[in-house]
């Protein structure tokens, strides 16, 4: 017999009542990456689900345009749901979405294509309704996650190339990074400051010589720590495997060196090294097909695309069971992400690798949450035990930061753009060399 379910007969319902979303815009410096430079203000968008219960909760996801008219769609749909039910909210987001209209892109300028539109929205839903669920029982969200299984959270320190300042400003607190020395220095500074016991250097942006050259100085000054690359699908196979060959033993495992599945596969045909992907595998879609081509090992998860903090729990049990090893992506991000990063991560015994986190090229004085909780040691940071996410939002500076957004003048992430205005010969080219 099959029964039809009706919400009214479940009580003690928490309804959403409304939801706010604030875009807001923080400092950014100029990282280069394979398709441009980091521009001089990181976009996000903040939202705030309330209920009939008088608890709200947050969430942190992209800031462009078309992301943020994506959200206030979804948004309207939302009105009467109940908190508890996720799977209510995301076939809710669906049928919103089903007639989006809506051009534009959602703030990965470029280099995270073909990811779920759905899953992309949900993300900070789902993540504000944990928040709200965890507030009202009183535990932390990765304890709705299953339950923590460390008490804190490795993350590896994310190098980049980058000039000293943005033109016109003065020089940031990292300085210039434009060879292997540069490169070592930054390193140097990211592991004292912060502890981190692995790297990750951005590649694409120099020709593959330099950029080996670059690996090999990491090495010599860090002989213990796990080294990774990542040139954003900018080499060729050939290039991929003449650079996974000269690096093999070198590093713990070689991201996205070639676009597409295909391209992948025929790489790790020759690569003995394992091959990471935050590129060619970016949603449920995906995995089929890179499974049965064998075209990676490492699936690079970020709950901003994988449709949030459960369903990125869903592909943690698909790598599981495929064998597959499982690390964790970041773009630019302020505290709710790395809040809701921490919890996630804490919760999925099989995170194999310490997570990639933007954290530190954000200026310390500028967040959203109240300082204290996330704080980094020995490259780690707390599980927040807090009730919910376990931080609390500064209102002011939420405000400050939306201020931010409304001068700043940038509505979308435009490395390319930026790059262009500053170098207009400037050409976008994917594989590069
Ligand atoms: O593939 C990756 O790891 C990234 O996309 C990381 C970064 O977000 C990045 O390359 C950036 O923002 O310039
Ligand atoms: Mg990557």
New binding site residues.
């Given amino acids: 017999m099959t029964t039809t379910f009706n919400p009214a007969q479940h009580l003690n319902q928490v309804r959403i009542t409304g939801v706010t979303i604030t875009p807001v815009a923080f400092k950014d410096p100029p990282?280069l990456?394979t398709v441009g430079v980091?521009e001089p203000f990181a976009l996000r968008a903040i939202i705030e689900v309330l209920t009939d219960s008088g608890v709200s909760g947050f969430g942190e996801t992209y800031g462009d345009a078309g992301h943020l008219a994506r959200l206030q769609l979804a948004a309207a749909s939302l009105a009467g749901v109940d908190v508890f039910n996720i799977n209510t909210l995301r076939s809710r987001i669906a049928q919103a979405l089903s007639v989006d209209t809506i051009e534009g892109g959602h703030g990965?300028?470029g280099?995270?294509t073909g990811s779920s539109t759905a899953d992309r929205v949900l993300s900070a839903f789902d993540v504000a309704a944990l928040d709200i669920q965890g507030k009202l029982l009183g535990r932390p969200v990765s304890d709705l996650l299953g339950g923590a299984v460390r008490d804190s959270v490795q993350f590896s320190g994310y190098l980049f190339y980058k000039w000293a300042g943005h033109p016109g400003q003065e020089e940031d607190r990292w300085g210039a990074a434009l060879d292997p020395e540069g490169i070592v220095r930054q390193a140097r500074a990211m592991v004292d400051f912060y502890g981190f016991g692995a790297l990750k250097l951005?590649a694409g942006v120099f020709p593959p010589e330099e950029e080996i050259a670059a690996i090999h100085a990491l090495r010599a000054e860090f002989p213990d720590l796990p080294l990774r690359i990542?040139p954003?699908a900018a080499w060729t196979v050939e290039t991929s495997i003449r650079v996974g060959k000269e690096l093999d033993g070198v590093l713990e495992y070689l991201?996205?060196p070639t676009p597409g599945i295909g391209g992948m596969a025929a790489v790790r045909r020759e690569v003995g090294m394992p091959l990471a992907t935050?590129?060619c595998v970016v949603s449920f879609a995906d995995v089929a097909p890179a499974v049965a081509a064998g075209a990676v090992d490492v699936i690079?998860s970020d709950h901003h695309f994988w449709g949030g903090l459960r369903r990125s729990q869903f592909l943690a049990g698909i790598t599981e069971t495929f064998g597959l090893g499982l690390s964790m992506?970041?773009?630019?991000h302020l505290g709710i992400s790395l809040a809701a990063m921490v919890h996630l991560a804490a919760a999925t015994p099989n995170l194999d690798y310490a997570c990639?986190t933007?954290w530190p090229w954000k200026d310390p004085e500028e967040d959203v949450i109240e300082g204290g909780v996330l704080r980094f040691t020995d490259g780690a940071v707390g599980v927040p035990t807090a009730p919910g996410l376990g931080i609390t939002v500064d209102r002011d500076a939420l405000e400050r930061l939306h201020r931010q957004y409304l001068d700043c003048g940038l509505r979308s992430r435009d490395?390319t753009g930026y790059m262009q205005r500053l170098h207009p010969s400037y050409q976008l080219q994917s594989p590069r060399w």
Wanted: glycine share 0%.
């Fill in positions: 990282l990456n980091h990965m300028s280099m995270v951005k990542d954003n991201e996205d935050n590129m690079l992506h970041s773009n630019s990639d933007h490395d």
